[in-house]
């Protein structure tokens, strides 16, 4: 099954987003190589792989929490609510309702500039 990316696309939510400011070692049309790696990269929902895990889900809403600056705390929750739906084909598993409102209310006040993901030390987009 695919990923229903409709409402990303329709409400402009950002998903994917090459480095700003890292400058890359090495680029042609076909990718950007990092020597030293980069924190900027962030292409979401791009493989076959499913959201597996409750962390998996955690880190997957704090990134888009991040690359959404211009979202209210209602709209992160629609967010958190369309990823979390089982049959948009984010995830791999069933989320009650509680859990859903739960995660979303819980990161939708955290920090945006916190720390979202392990450092890669070299990403090829």
Known sequence: MSRNLKYFNDNHIVYKRDPITDKPTEENW???FFEQGTYECYHLFTSKAKITTFKSLKWHLLV???LNPQLDQDQFMKVAEVLA????????????AYWNYYIGEKHS???KDETIYKFRPAIAV
Do not use: D, E, R
């Open 85 to 96: 739906h089982k049959p948009n084909g984010f995830t791999s598993f069933a989320i009650h």
């Open 109 to 111: 006040v955290a920090s």
């Open 30 to 32: 076909m990718y950007m």
């Open 64 to 66: 888009l929490w991040y």
